[in-house]
């Protein structure tokens, strides 16, 4: 055997050899078969790690007898034991949460003990506030203050359309605050205010029969990351809407 042949056998085995040392896929929700982009896919044996793309493909490298896990915010671990290297479709099951009801009060807006902890938010174009004590700190949750403004019919237009849309946004304030949110989402205090006012759904989108709550918190969550930390933190949450 001539050296030329061996050189040309030898390439074929290495390319060989490393076509057969991918894994590729997709990864979508078990009963839904939504794909899922953003989910961690590591290789047990050799710690290598990638993430799914916004179709929900991926390719790591691996080989037979590896073991192969994914993992999500809001799904649960699954992994994979590699008897061959065929593309594999994995289905990951959402993560069941038993979410706590919290009573929802109503209280009179006290001028005197307002903060300056207000921002114009998705609730119809109205003031929304947080609830404060006699001294002017923040305590938690919100307080809701409709305006009209006889200068501005606009305004007039949203304050009816809250008042009659009110009970049910009320429903969704229920489920969608810090209390229940806390159990799967890795913030806290400041932030996770910052996060509820941001993204608190209106009721056209809560109600839609295409709507998952578990995707669209994953979904708003990878929005507030891209926000800067001391923004997200902030108590004056007027520098948190000027950074979207």
Same mark, same amino acid.
């Not at 005197?112 to 938690?140: C, E, K, M």
């Given at each position: ?10 390439? !074929? ?8 040392? *991918? $894994? ?26 990638? @993430? ?11 080989? %037979?007898?590896? #073991? ?7 799904? %649960? ?10 593309? %594999?479709?994995? =289905? ?12 929802? +009060? ?25 609830? +404060?004590? &006699? ?26 359309? $809250?008042?009659?849309?009110? @009970?049910? @946004?009320?429903?969704? &304030? ?19 205010? /910052? =996060? ?13 029969? %295409? =709507? /998952? ?10 929005? =507030? $990351?891209?926000?800067?930390?001391? *923004?997200?933190? !902030?108590?004056?949450? #007027? @520098?948190?809407?000027? !950074?979207?």
């Amino acid at each position: 055997m001539n050296r030329t042949l061996l050189i040309l056998l030898f390439c !074929s085995i290495t390319r060989l050899t490393y076509a057969q040392s *991918k $894994l590729s896929g997709e990864v979508l929700e078990y009963g839904s078969d939504i794909t899922l982009s953003g989910i961690r896919i590591e290789n047990l044996n050799t710690h290598d790690t990638v @993430q799914s793309d916004a179709r929900g493909k991926f390719t790591i490298s691996a080989k %037979k007898g590896d #073991l192969v896990c994914f993992s999500g915010l809001n799904y %649960k671990p699954d992994t994979l034991y590699l008897v061959d290297l065929k593309y %594999k479709t994995v =289905f990951l099951l959402l993560k069941q949460y038993q979410l706590k009801e919290v009573k929802i +009060t109503g209280a009179e807006v006290n001028k005197n003990a307002l903060s300056s902890y207000h921002v114009i938010t998705p609730f119809g174009g109205n003031v929304v506030r947080y609830q +404060t004590d &006699a001294s002017g700190n923040a305590t938690g949750g919100l307080k809701f203050n409709v305006f009209d403004s006889h200068k501005d019919e606009r305004r007039r237009a949203n304050a009816r359309g $809250l008042e009659a849309g009110g @009970q049910r @946004q009320q429903e969704i &304030a229920k489920t969608f605050n810090p209390t229940n949110l806390q159990t799967y989402l890795p913030i806290r205090g400041q932030e996770m205010e /910052n =996060f509820v006012i941001l993204y608190m759904p209106d009721a056209a989108t809560w109600y839609s029969s %295409k =709507f /998952n709550l578990m995707l669209y918190i994953n979904d708003c969550y990878k929005k =507030f $990351l891209l926000i800067p930390v001391e *923004k997200r933190q !902030s108590k004056t949450f #007027l @520098q948190l809407t000027g !950074s979207n």
